[in-house]
């Protein structure tokens, strides 16, 4: 199982090598809420994505939509939960490894990759049910802000 402090140090150390989401990504650090920062468009468009990004945020979507029923129905095991955060860790840390993305776009990325870690942590401890809500609620705010032509909402 991949530590916590492994994929919070890989997105930190993403973040702090793109000058413009060292300060964005900071504050998650320190607040530990995602939801304080905003996300916005790139003057009313969608930010641009890569390969990498689509396919990484594909997988943690697919892997949300297939656990959502019984999320939904609070009847997942907390074993399942650990095994689906793992999936998305995983997920998460080839998009940081992979995504070559520009400055500004990068930055706001990062938002929604903060939100995710925090439903990551929630869904391997006592708030998996209240972690995988944030993990949705971070894939729909990707949909509606970046340029990803593919991207199916989850029907929630």
Known sequence: MR????????????????GAAGPVFAAADHSHDAG?????????RKWPTDESLRTGMSGIRTAMAAALEPIHKNTLPAARYGELAAAIETQVER??????LPDA??????????QIHEGVEGMKGAERQAGAVKV???????????????WKPLAH
């Open 95 to 100: 998009i940081v490894k992979n995504c070559k």
């Open 36 to 44: 304080a920062m905003t996300l916005t468009l790139d003057h009313g």
């Open 136 to 150: 949705v609620t971070a894939l729909d705010a990707y949909g509606k802000h970046f340029d990803d032509t593919g």
């Open 105 to 114: 776009a990068d930055a706001q990325l990062h938002i929604v990759l903060a």
């Open 3 to 18: 530590s916590t402090s492994r994929l919070a140090t890989v997105l930190l150390a993403s973040a702090l090598a793109v």
